[in-house]
């Protein structure tokens, strides 16, 4: 499998996908992705949501397991400013970036007025508790079906894996947040989905923690100008200077040089 990113679009009606080495991203904003689950919902149809940044990129273009994983997804979002801007230099746009930390929220506000059910699954022990009563108190009409933080290390022990399964299945939620990180946590929804085929599940990243307030989100003109990363490296110097620096700094520049190449 090549590393190089390669560009195209999948036309249907209309020029709907941008695709990075066969990695399509879905060309939907955020209320897009708000109705599309809705409706489904109201149809008996479950999907997942892959909110993908550089860095799941990088993943999706060295290992297939983890390219695997995006690729289930029923809706691919770019959760990344570098991708959405390689969109629009090549020419065939995303609309905007879609982060899982702002999805989470007006998801939960859709689901309140439904009167649908949110299971979060993630973050810190007992801090999950914390997101789950501030996402019901953002989100009159929510219900909250149920919370789990698992200890470190959890998916190696095929015990607990199957109680952590066995609970969300009981629990049958609308939606399921996973915030676990890539890929593991598209990998236990690989395993929840087929238990909850009529259920939505969204990876998260830090998404509950950012709920709950134990970690601050970067400042919305941060965030608006692609600059989230920053905040984040300077807040965790020791463990995201390598993966956002080293890593995923070459590629995200390697996309905007090619987006460029290829207009």
């Given at each position: 499998?090549?590393?190089?990113?390669?560009?195209?679009?999948?036309?249907?009606?209309?020029?709907?996908?941008?695709?990075?080495?066969?990695?399509?991203?879905?060309?939907?904003?955020?209320?897009?992705?708000?109705?599309?689950?809705?409706?489904?919902?109201?149809?008996?149809?479950?999907?997942?949501?892959?909110?993908?940044?550089?860095?799941?990129?990088?993943?999706?273009?060295?290992?297939?397991?983890?390219?695997?994983?995006?690729?289930?997804?029923?809706?691919?979002?770019?959760?990344?400013?570098?991708?959405?801007?390689?969109?629009?230099?090549?020419?065939?746009?995303?609309?905007?970036?879609?982060?899982?930390?702002?999805?989470?929220?007006?998801?939960?506000?859709?689901?309140?007025?439904?009167?649908?059910?949110?299971?979060?699954?993630?973050?810190?022990?007992?801090?999950?508790?914390?997101?789950?009563?501030?996402?019901?108190?953002?989100?009159?009409?929510?219900?909250?079906?149920?919370?789990?933080?698992?200890?470190?290390?959890?998916?190696?022990?095929?015990?607990?894996?199957?109680?952590?399964?066995?609970?969300?299945?009981?629990?049958?939620?609308?939606?399921?947040?996973?915030?676990?990180?890539?890929?593991?946590?598209?990998?236990?929804?690989?395993?929840?989905?087929?238990?909850?085929?009529?259920?939505?599940?969204?990876?998260?990243?830090?998404?509950?923690?950012?709920?709950?307030?134990?970690?601050?989100?970067?400042?919305?003109?941060?965030?608006?100008?692609?600059?989230?990363?920053?905040?984040?490296?300077?807040?965790?110097?020791?463990?995201?200077?390598?993966?956002?620096?080293?890593?995923d700094a070459p590629l995200a520049l390697r996309l905007l040089v090619l987006a460029l190449l290829r207009r």
């Amino acid at each position: 499998m090549s590393s190089q990113p390669t560009f195209q679009s999948r036309l249907g009606t209309q020029s709907d996908h941008f695709t990075v080495s066969g990695i399509r991203f879905d060309a939907i904003d955020e209320q897009g992705v708000v109705d599309h689950v809705r409706e489904s919902l109201l149809e008996g149809r479950g999907g997942r949501i892959v909110t993908a940044n550089v860095d799941i990129v990088r993943q999706a273009l060295r290992d297939p397991r983890a390219r695997a994983y995006v690729e289930a997804g029923t809706l691919v979002v770019a959760d990344g400013a570098p991708v959405v801007w390689a969109s629009k230099l090549a020419r065939r746009g995303l609309p905007a970036r879609v982060a899982g930390s702002d999805l989470i929220w007006s998801l939960s506000a859709e689901l309140g007025r439904l009167g649908g059910s949110v299971f979060l699954l993630g973050g810190r022990p007992g801090t999950e508790y914390v997101a789950a009563r501030k996402l019901a108190d953002a989100s009159p009409g929510l219900r909250i079906a149920g919370a789990l933080a698992p200890p470190f290390g959890f998916e190696k022990d095929p015990a607990m894996i199957r109680e952590v399964c066995e609970e969300i299945a009981a629990a049958d939620p609308d939606v399921v947040y996973v915030g676990l990180g890539f890929p593991k946590q598209e990998w236990m929804i690989s395993k929840l989905a087929p238990m909850l085929p009529r259920t939505w599940f969204m990876g998260c990243g830090a998404s509950i923690a950012f709920v709950a307030g134990t970690m601050r989100r970067a400042p919305v003109w941060m965030q608006r100008s692609g600059l989230e990363w920053l905040h984040r490296m300077a807040r965790e110097p020791r463990r995201l200077f390598a993966r956002y620096v080293l890593h995923d700094a070459p590629l995200a520049l390697r996309l905007l040089v090619l987006a460029l190449l290829r207009r």
